[in-house]
């Protein structure tokens, strides 16, 4: 059974820096694509972030381009979401998902995209 485990999340100031980890198990990690996306109460969830099998080849919503980075560690399953420089925009649930790479992804794509779920990590910047 394939499961994506979330944490790193928390309360924090404006202007202050957290660090996502979602661990992975029971796949192949090595093979598939990895996302993070977020969503708050009564809107879509958006893509955050990516991070391919390919090179570690990485995408960023506009959003957050230059605050946040994603990366890989494939010797422990995880993916990390390095978020600097929170906005209270930023509050939201954050999700990991994870995707077969078949293809190079070129983008962070839809949350239809990806197959696997993580259960949420909450993030709030406060003013």
């Known amino acids: 059974e394939v499961q994506l485990v979330e944490s790193g999340g928390g309360l924090v100031q404006a202007g202050g820096s957290l660090r996502l980890s979602c661990v992975a198990s029971?796949?192949?990690?090595?093979?598939?694509?990895i996302a993070w996306f977020r969503q708050v109460p009564g809107k879509d969830r958006e893509g955050v972030a990516s991070?391919?099998?390919?090179?570690?080849?990485?995408y960023y919503a506009d959003s957050v381009e230059g605050r946040f980075t994603i990366s890989r560690d494939n010797s422990k399953n995880t993916v990390y979401l390095q978020m600097n420089d929170l906005k209270p925009e930023d509050t939201a649930t954050y999700y990991c998902?994870?995707?077969?790479?078949?293809?190079?992804?070129?983008?962070?794509?839809?949350?239809?995209?990806?197959?696997?779920w993580g259960q949420g990590t909450q993030v709030t910047v406060s003013t």
């Open positions: 998902a994870a995707v077969e790479e078949l293809i190079v992804i070129l983008a962070i794509g839809w949350p239809s995209n990806y197959d696997y």
């Open positions: 029971g796949m192949s990690f090595e093979d598939h694509a």
């Open positions: 991070i391919s099998k390919y090179a570690g080849r990485a």
